[in-house]
Each structure stands twice: as C-alpha cells, then as structure tokens.
C-alpha cells in the first residue's frame, strides 16, 4: 500500500495534500497510508457533514479523533440546508465543492479520493444500465482536474478487499454508513448481489473493468484532440469562442458533428445534451437547409444565421432596452420578439468622450478625427440628438459618393441576423441618420465636416453582449 502511494510524484515532493476523509473503511485506508507514504504533517483530512441522517452527527468527533491519531490536521465542512432535486448528486457536488475550497486555503496541491477498482467497476455497471457513452463508460481516472484543483485516486489498482486486509492488519477503526445497506440504492444493490455474482462468474471482474475503464479514457483523450481540433477549425475566422462556422462542421462526419458540438457547449461550461437534444442541436444549427435555426439549452440560446452558430447566455441580451422597436415578427418562427415600444433616446453632445445610453443601449463614444466619417464638432454641440432603433426603410450612405442604402440591404448582406438588427441603435439628426450601428456613419456630403471633428461609436454594454461578438466576426 505505502509503495503504491508513493509512486506517485506528489506524494513524494512536500507539498501539502488535501483527504477527503468520511471516516469510512476506504478513506481511513487512504488517510493511514498518505501519512506513512507522505508523512502526516503534509496533510488535512476533511471530513464533510451532509446533515442527512442523525447518525452522521457523531462521526466528525470520530473523525477528528483518527485525524489527530494519525498526525494529520483536521477541517470539518457542515453543509446547509438540502435543497430540491437528487440527494446523491447534492450531495457529490456539494462535497466537492468543500473539497476545493478547503484545498485552496490549505494551499494544497491536490485532493485525495479513496476511489478503488470495485468503486470504479460498479460506476461502469451504472452507467452502461444509463445507455452512456464512452465519457460516462471510462468512469474516473488516477488523476484529474476539477476547477483547476489536481484530484488524485491512489487506490484505483486495489479492490475493497485489499483495502479491508489491510485496515485489520493495521487495527484501523472506520465507520460503517447504514445507509451502505440500503439496498434501494442502485450502487449499494450492485454491490451487495450484482458484484459478488459477477466475481464468481468472472474472477478479477472489478479489476478487469477497471482496466477496460482504463482504455475508455485513452479513447476519450484521443476524442477530445479530435474535437479540439475540429473546434478549433470552426472558430478560426471568427472572433468569439461563443460562435461557429457551421460550414466547416458540416463538411464532418455525423459523429464528428456531434463531437464538435459536445466540446463547444463543454467549453461554454454547458451540461452535455441527451441524445434526442443533441439530434435537435444538429439538425437546427449544422444540417438545416433555412437561414435561421433555434435550439434552446439550460437556459441558453444556440442559434444559426445562414452559417453562423451562436451561443447566447440568458440575459446576455435583455429583450428590454429604451430603443423604439420595428413591428414584431412573430408567428415566422425565426427571430425574437420584438422590443417593447417605449421611445427614442434623445440627448445633447457637450463634449463629452462617452455617453452612457442606459440598459442595454451601451455607449456613444466620441473621439477626435478627420475625414468622411467625422462631423463638426461645434455644429454637433448645437444639436438636438435622437437615438432609435432601425427600421427597415431607413438608409445609410456607407462610402462617400456612394449610394444611399436601406438598413435592411445592408444588414443582409453583412449576415447580421435578423433577431440582433432591432438592437443595434441608430442616431439621427432631424430625422435624418447620422450613424447607424453596426456600420458607422453617413457619408452624405450635407453634413458639416471641417475641424476640429469627431467621429462616433456605438459602444455595446458588456463583454459578453452578443451584438459585441458580432461587431468583431462580421467585419461590417
């Protein structure tokens, strides 16, 4: 056991180490063999109180006692009040998250977990009774990372008897959970009768799965390079991580466009979609043949414009903002409600740099410059400034000596998709664009445009505003 643990780097440099410590057969194992194979002043068992059955009560005194026996200092973590859902994965992730915390103040560099082969034999039973794939079937690894806190599982070569010899050998006292017993539990019914008839049927089955879960990982490891590169080539034009090309995911395989699909919603920090959403996600985002395609996801909105995908979080884009709105497209199924009508924004420039808007209308920025794109500064003082939403109709010279041309062309031909063109503002001069957003200014020749000048920007709200990933990929 001592000679198992100290294979491993970290337990033979001296930095301290985190146990996560029930005070149960496997973790009292895992305790008395770190502090032997490490030394007992590297480490703090944390021992974590879900308050889920009264019989939980006693065990932090216990496991303080056996903490402190073995040399080792001792944190206990009490949890609130359970709220709704599954207790079991409450429970998980509330543990964890205390484990985190408590490594990152004890400054620690990583988290021991008394995880072993048969814990890992009955997590691939589990999820293949789940109809999982290759990331639930490969169960956990030796060593992981979770919210950049190293976890290691030492004990994954060893099987419960092993752990069970060695506790007796070395008179280690442990609690036994009554809640092990349950066998309503789907892990305790596997553990009690499946396992066992599985063991006879198959000697070393728990070890042998083990090792299977093993070479899942390394499948999953050389899927997630694939995925990664494929994401990387759908993202490398543009200039946001929530955006994809769907033309480079559609020239992939079927399982490498569900591939793709699974890193990206993984590297927004999105849960992994069941099969019949992830079916819906390709045939709304990759494979439809019409301009626009919605999926909603955990709140988040993924949507498609000809053969742009986007990610939107919830309230990245409130559907309220003081910017007058054209008439509602609803019933085609393809953009959002129209905003609410609530008026222009009118104001006066006094020479400020920026102008806050309010809400969702970002800022007005004004900035020093020459040429077509800038106007008289003291006319622009002078003047009574109206801030609305587009309209269709309304048009734009975009080059001097060029044509006027509606909002609406030039929006279709710069791909802005329809559900973000009502919240780009547009600011107007006697009822006449001066700019419009996200194009720039007009360049008819009746403005006035001798210095000192000033060129405008429209500003978006926030980093994450989704007209701000737009403004950066489209290259209007």
């Known amino acids: 056991m001592r000679r198992l643990l100290q294979a491993h780097s970290l337990l033979r440099s001296d930095r301290p180490l985190v146990i996560a ?41 216990h496991c303080e006692r056996i903490a402190r026996e073995a040399g080792a200092a001792y944190h206990c973590v009490r949890l609130g009040t359970r709220r709704r859902g599954n207790v079991e994965d409450w429970a998980r992730r509330q543990r964890y998250a205390a484990l985190l915390e408590a490594a990152r103040r004890f400054g620690a560099a990583a988290v021991l977990t008394a995880h072993h082969a048969d814990d890992q034999a009955e997590t691939v039973l589990l999820q293949l009774g789940r109809g999982a794939g290759v990331d639930g079937l490969s169960a956990v690894a030796q060593a992981s990372t979770l919210e950049g806190t190293l976890l290691l ?32 539990r789907r892990r305790n019914l596997l553990r009690e009768r499946v396992m066992p008839a599985l063991e006879h049927a198959i000697p ?47 020239a992939l395989s079927p399982a490498r466009q569900a591939l793709v699909l699974r890193r990206w919603l993984a ?29 909603e996801h955990h709140g988040w909105t993924l949507r498609r414009y000809r053969d742009r995908i986007e990610a939107v979080a919830p309230h990245a884009l409130s559907a309220a903002t003081d910017l007058p709105q054209p008439p509602s497209r609803r019933g085609r199924g393809r953009a959002d409600p129209a905003l609410p009508q609530t008026g222009s924004i009118r104001l006066r420039w006094r020479g ?6 309010g809400g969702d209308a970002g800022r007005l920025r004004f900035t020093p410059a020459r040429g077509p794109d800038a106007v008289n500064a003291e006319w622009l003082r002078n003047q009574d400034l109206e801030l609305v939403a587009p309209r269709a109709t309304l048009s734009l010279r975009t080059r001097p000596r060029g044509r ?32 419009a957003a996200p ?4 360049h008819g020749a009746h403005w006035p445009r001798q210095p000192p000048a000033v060129a405008i920007e429209w500003v978006p709200p926030t980093a994450d505003d989704p007209r701000r990933a737009w403004l950066a990929a489209a290259a209007v």
């Open 267 to 295: 590297a927004l920090g999105l849960p992994m979609p069941a099969q019949a959403r992830l079916a819906q996600m390709l045939d709304q985002l990759v494979r439809g043949q019409g301009a626009y395609g919605r999926v």
């Open 21 to 61: 410590f029930s005070g149960g057969l496997d973790s009292t194992v895992l305790l008395h063999a770190a502090a032997a194979a490490a030394g007992a002043q590297r480490l703090l068992a944390v021992h974590v109180h879900h308050r889920l059955q009264a019989a939980a009560d006693g065990w932090p005194a």
């Open 204 to 250: 070393g089955f728990a070890l042998k799965a083990s090792e299977a879960a093993r070479h899942l990982q390394q499948v999953r490891e050389l899927l997630d390079e694939v995925a990664a590169a494929d994401l990387g080539a759908a993202q490398r034009e543009l200039a946001a991580q929530r955006q994809l090309d769907r033309r480079a995911i559609a």
């Open 153 to 184: 599982r030492p004990l994954l070569a060893l099987q419960r008897v092993d752990l069970k010899r060695y506790a007796q050998a070395t008179r280690l006292e442990w609690i036994d959970d009554p809640t092990n017993s349950d066998l309503n």
């Open 404 to 435: 006027s041309r509606t909002l609406k062309n030039l929006h279709q031909e710069a791909g802005v998709p329809a559900w973000l063109r009502p919240a780009f503002p547009v600011l107007q001069v006697g009822g006449q664009v001066l700019y």
């Open 439 to 442: 194009f720039g200014a007009d």
């Open 352 to 357: 400020e740099t920026e102008i806050a808007l």
